[in-house]
């Protein structure tokens, strides 16, 4: 039900955009979110949506480099990402809840049933 899409390989310094499209009914009202998980590390949370996209959550490692939005029409989320570094080298994955999460719940990847395969992201120095 989640596709994403976008990864590939990017210099430090550059920017990408990360889509995952949903196959879902109702989609303005999941909560949807990004995860990453890179080589020899636990999934971690970078960024959350929820509702029709006015309320965001953005971790602290990608605050001010990251945007997440929605496209309603398309039922697709996007993730861009700027001044990337090889720290954000990762699988990135999206995910999704039919309930609209508390602020404080929204990084937590065990309040989304939904997943996506994931995408890689490689940043090289």
């Known amino acids: 039900q989640l596709q994403a899409s976008g990864g590939g390989l990017v210099q430090a310094g550059g920017s990408l955009r990360l889509a995952c499209a949903a196959s879902v009914r109702a989609f303005s009202t999941y909560t949807m979110a990004w995860f990453r998980q890179g080589p020899g590390k636990d999934r971690e949370f970078v960024a959350a949506?929820?509702?029709?996209?006015?309320?965001?959550r953005y971790a602290d490692s990608v605050r001010g480099r990251a945007t997440i939005s929605r496209d309603r029409a398309a039922s697709t989320m996007f993730l861009h990402m700027n001044s990337l570094e090889p720290e954000d080298t990762a699988v990135y994955y999206c995910?999704?809840?039919?309930?609209?999460?508390?602020?404080?719940?929204?990084?937590?990847?065990?309040?989304?049933?939904?997943w996506g395969q994931g995408t890689q992201v490689t940043v090289s120095s």
């Open positions: 995910a999704a809840t039919t309930r609209g999460l508390i602020f404080s719940a929204m990084g937590s990847p065990a309040e989304y049933g939904y």
């Open positions: 949506s929820r509702g029709s996209g006015t309320t965001t």
